[in-house]
């Protein structure tokens, strides 16, 4: 079947619905791992903190322990 004189190629509705469906679930995937790419630095970031102070009240312990040791003697 040859194109029609005078007429343009057109694409039909649900071909152009079905393409404007994937474009838009393509672009909701992209900002999904952009979130996804966000969220794990801020929970790299929690995680450092957190063994920051866990470091924190081991050496307080360790100080509190020594102290003692130091007025006992």
């Not at 992209?30 to 995680?47: M, S, V």
């Not at 009240?57 to 040791?69: D, H, K, S």
């Amino acid at each position: 079947m040859g194109e029609r004189v005078g007429f343009e190629a057109f694409d039909c509705a649900p071909a152009l619905r079905l393409e404007a469906h994937e474009r838009v679930a393509k672009l909701q995937f992209e900002a999904l791992d952009k979130r996804l790419d966000r969220l794990e630095e801020l929970l790299e970031r929690l995680e450092k903190r957190l063994w920051l102070t866990v470091y924190g009240v081991v050496a307080v312990i360790l100080a509190q322990a020594f102290q003692g040791l130091l007025v006992v003697q």
